[in-house]
């Protein structure tokens, strides 16, 4: 089987309302969607993950123009050695950011045509799955301009409990203050028994930081994620262990070797690599052997279409627990549930929760059908 295609989709539909978080506007939802075709006729889908603020034109010009010509005519099952092929001759211009965001859509549906050769589901492949089915957490509570806060966040988190919803994360990053009484409100309103985690994008330093984690000791939240800039690896060394919250990052750290430093230095408690953003499926395995290692534990980030939703539920499924023990605690999935025109009908609303889980596919690859109809409708290079 050799591949005799490789195709880059950027969609990109624009939101009828925007909204916000610590970073600015996001004004519409978008991916770079890979599309690997081979003589055998079997297709495979990855997916290059597009951050709120992020055109998928970048990744796709390293695809086009970088690694479509070294692909060509290459074994789809040398995925291995395609990977360090890639990032070795995008080594001198990039090593993280996007290379290696699009290195992952490549790697991605490289395993979906694997997947498919051999008619086993990509957790088949890479070692076994620990579980059937994943704790999914609603990803939300982004913010509009005529809304009203925190009376608005109040009733979505309602709605994500009604839906069965066990966990939920919020959006902070808008000032300590402000932040400190949100969360507050929110888990007064929903009670003890519900996970919350908080997410303030990279909008504090290391002095405000500690006051968020301090002051909201007393509100039980599972993790506190990104509370610095990605660069700020010592930063998070000091504010790690001053409360009884998790700290988690790592969605803007990229592979194994950005991930090292962070491992060695024990400088997180949760490490949150995107399968779609750092690496894909061969370069996301090693990440989590290192972090099994170091006895870090792993809840990847996923933010994507249906495509990546459904190639992170694979990889979550080959996830150990940190340690294996009688009663583990086991990985989660974010589930986005903000607004996003194409994310469901990418896949044919082929992933929804049922009684509070998500069921791991065992269908062939990815393990869901892709609608090529929603890629040309929404595609815009």
Not at 134 to 143: D, E, I, K, L, Q
């Amino acid at each position: 089987m050799k591949i005799i295609n490789v195709i880059p989709h950027a969609i990109s539909v624009p939101l009828e309302t925007p909204f916000y978080f610590a970073q600015g506007w996001v004004k519409s939802r978008s991916s770079l969607i890979v599309e690997i075709v081979t003589d055998s006729g079997i297709t495979g889908w990855g997916e290059s993950l597009c951050h709120g603020l992020q055109t998928p034109h970048i990744a796709a010009a390293f695809i086009e123009h970088v690694f479509k010509p070294m692909l060509i005519g290459r074994s789809p099952f040398d995925v291995e050695v395609l990977w360090e092929e890639m990032y070795n001759v995008t080594r001198p211009y990039g090593q993280g950011g996007s290379a290696v965001n699009a290195i992952s859509g490549v790697d991605i549906a490289l395993w979906d045509v694997m997947g498919k050769a051999l008619n086993q589901p990509i957790h088949a492949l890479i070692g076994g799955a620990f579980r059937k089915e994943v704790t999914p957490y609603a990803t939300g509570f982004y913010r509009v301009a005529d809304g009203n806060y925190p009376q608005d966040a109040i009733a979505e988190a309602h709605r994500y409990v009604d839906a069965g919803f066990e966990a939920f994360k919020l959006k902070i990053g808008f000032g300590v203050e402000q932040d400190l009484e949100f969360m507050r409100s929110i888990r007064e309103a929903v009670g003890n028994d519900v996970k919350i985690m908080a997410d303030a994008n990279g909008a504090y330093n290391a002095a405000s930081a500690r006051r968020i984690i301090k002051e909201s000791e007393d509100l039980n939240l599972y993790f506190l994620e990104e509370l610095l800039a990605p660069e700020d690896m010592q930063g998070y060394q000091e504010i790690k262990n001053l409360s009884k919250t998790s700290i988690a990052a790592g969605e803007q750290i990229f592979g194994k070797m950005g991930y090292r430093p962070w491992l060695e230095s024990r400088a997180l408690d949760i490490i949150q690599p995107d399968l779609c953003s750092s690496g894909g499926i061969t370069e996301c395995k090693k990440i989590a052997a290192m972090a099994q290692a170091s006895h870090t534990m792993m809840i990847p980030h996923v933010w994507g279409s249906g495509i990546g939703i459904a190639a992170s539920l694979q990889f979550i499924a080959s996830l150990p627990s940190t340690p294996l023990s009688l009663n583990p605690i086991h990985p989660m999935l974010e589930f986005d549930q903000s607004s996003h025109p194409f994310r469901k009908d990418l896949i044919c609303d082929g992933i929804k929760m049922v009684n509070g889980k998500v069921q791991i596919s065992t269908e062939p690859g990815i393990g869901v059908e892709v609608n090529r109809d929603i890629i040309n409708q929404y595609k815009v290079n």
